[in-house]
């Protein structure tokens, strides 16, 4: 890791794991998280053996997604041991510091925050780090891995410690959003990652009463469209020539299985006819 600093990347797989696959957002609350938890979920559904990596170290919600608190384990080589709830192992800054696992927003912050700048810095590479290596995941098909949103320098640090498989960008329907999400792409590229398709989250409102869908976030590139269906995600994929993935409704269900820790994908098992879950399971 020295080396790497000093501009010669040493990039190492993680142990025991065949892919790993970044969710990515260029802005917070575009509901990243909470596609990643689903997504994971859904791979995991499938009988794919499935972990998620939270990378958020300043903000971690894994531990509210997965319903998980308590403190992990170490092994024998003293590598954390993942926890694991729904089938789905986890690892998160928030299950190392007991006050970051709380949805409470101030109790968010690590202890960290009263350390001086030029040791911060050291303390979230080194915890990065040991996030990155030293997890004890077995075997795996596949990593999800919960970045932070935006362009900085947490998503370098990671792109330079491990080899990334592949990308999934999350975007809402809005300009802004979109414009963020092609700086998301631009960064992936300069990373040689391969972007493997964007999601668009909040895609619609589905009216719980009468089902009828409502889109709420309008997009010039949406007007005019014959099809109803080429929103701002699907013309922005269009134009990076990248693919589409799906859709995901704005529905207040998704908001509170995600805040009972219990995620639509699971929640909604038994429902065969929900279209909520329906829409995460085809992103896998
Ligand atoms: P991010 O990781 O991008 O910051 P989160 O996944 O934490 O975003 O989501 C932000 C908030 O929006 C959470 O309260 C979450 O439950 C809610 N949310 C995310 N996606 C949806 C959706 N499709 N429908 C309703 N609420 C959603």
């Given amino acids: 890791t020295f080396k790497s600093r000093r501009g010669l990347p040493q990039k190492r797989r993680i142990p025991d794991v065949a892919k790993v ?16 938890v689903n997504l994971a979920l859904a791979l ?4 794919i053996r499935t972990g998620i990596l939270d990378t958020d170290i300043f903000g971690p919600s894994i531990p509210t997604l997965l ?17 694991t709830n729904y089938g789905l192992k986890s690892m998160s800054m928030g299950y190392l510091l007991p006050q970051a696992s709380s949805s409470d927003h101030e109790s968010n912050r690590p202890p960290m925050d009263t350390t001086p700048i030029s040791w911060r810095g050291l303390m979230v590479t080194k915890a990065m780090q ?3 290596h030293s997890v004890s995941w077995g075997p795996l098909d596949i990593l999800i891995l919960d970045l932070p ?41 300069k990373m040689d990652v391969p972007v493997l398709g964007m999601v668009q989250n909040m895609a619609f409102f589905a009216c719980p009463n009468c089902g009828h869908e409502t889109k709420i976030f309008s ?4 007007h005019g469209s014959e099809s109803g269906q080429d929103t701002g995600v699907v013309a ?11 859709n995901i409704p704005l529905d207040a269900r998704v908001c509170e299985d995600a805040d009972r820790g219990m995620p639509t994908v699971v929640a909604e098992e038994g429902d065969k006819d929900s279209a909520r879950r329906k829409a995460f399971m085809n992103i896998a």
């Fill in 21 to 36: 696959v970044a969710v990515s957002s260029a802005k917070g609350g575009v509901g990243k998280s909470t596609i990643a």
């Fill in 44 to 47: 995991a559904r499938r009988g």
């Fill in 67 to 83: 319903n998980l608190h308590s403190e992990p384990r170490l092994d024998s080589k003293n590598c954390l041991i993942p926890l």
């Fill in 130 to 132: 040991q996030l990155l």
């Fill in 149 to 189: 949103p935006g362009t900085g320098d947490v998503q370098l640090t990671i792109g330079q410690e491990i080899i990334l498989d592949g990308a999934v960008i999350v975007s809402t329907p809005q300009d802004i959003a979109l414009r963020d999400a092609v700086r998301g792409f631009g960064m992936f590229r």
């Fill in 219 to 222: 997009h010039p590139h949406t």
């Fill in 236 to 246: 922005q994929c269009k134009r990076l020539g990248i693919e589409f993935l799906g």
